[in-house]
């Protein structure tokens, strides 16, 4: 497996992508999007802002965009459980706004 920061999207303006949701794999890429002063949109789980363990990162997390449930396999009848959102993070401290469905 690669590490997005050790490939030529290092120099990107803007990361758009969709990071395992696993928390000590998560929370790896956020704090290298804050420490090498990047841009990224990250969809994940919409329950993840109200957790304790998002605290730190949250001041870092300008824009939360709710999509609500996702259908990943085209044709099934069936959602997913969980809500998932956009979350825009940025290497500067901001305020938080939120973006419901």
């Excluded at 790896?28 to 994940?44: G, R």
């Excluded at 997913?80 to 825009?88: L, M």
Aim: with cysteine.
């Amino acid at each position: 497996m690669r590490d997005l920061f050790d490939s030529p999207l290092e120099r990107s303006d803007l990361i758009i992508t969709n990071p395992p949701w696993d928390r000590k794999i998560l929370h790896a890429p956020i704090e290298k999007i804050v420490n090498k002063k990047h841009a990224a949109w990250l969809l994940f789980d919409a329950d993840w802002c109200h957790t304790k363990q998002s605290t730190q990162y949250m001041p870092y997390v300008g824009k939360i965009v709710s999509i609500g449930r996702v259908k990943r396999i085209e044709g099934s009848k069936h959602t997913r459980k969980e809500n998932y959102a956009w979350y825009y993070i940025d290497h500067e401290s901001t305020e938080t706004t939120f973006f419901g469905r």
